[in-house]
């Protein structure tokens, strides 16, 4: 069976506008499958961030989305 990954069409600059800008790490705990900025599976241990809105993301995934985000609005 295949499974579709939704991603948000909503603009990127809108997203990390709304979320804050330091979430704590984690290790992940097996409840998701997959990083929905990079969309790479996670694997145990993975270091992630659980956002305000459910989302889990790669701790690095997170914070690079975060720099660039800050630097586009220099």
Not at 6 to 19: L, R
Not at 21 to 35: E, H, K, L, S, W
Request: charged share 20%.
């Amino acid at each position: 069976s295949t499974s579709s990954r939704e991603v948000s069409h909503e603009p990127h600059a809108t997203v990390a506008a709304s979320m804050p800008a330091t979430v704590p790490a984690i290790t992940y705990d097996g409840r998701d499958d997959f990083c929905t900025i990079c969309l790479v599976n996670y694997r145990h241990h993975d270091q992630v961030c659980r956002m305000p809105c459910k989302h889990m993301l790669h701790a690095a995934c997170w914070q690079k989305h975060v720099l660039e985000f800050q630097r586009s609005e220099e």
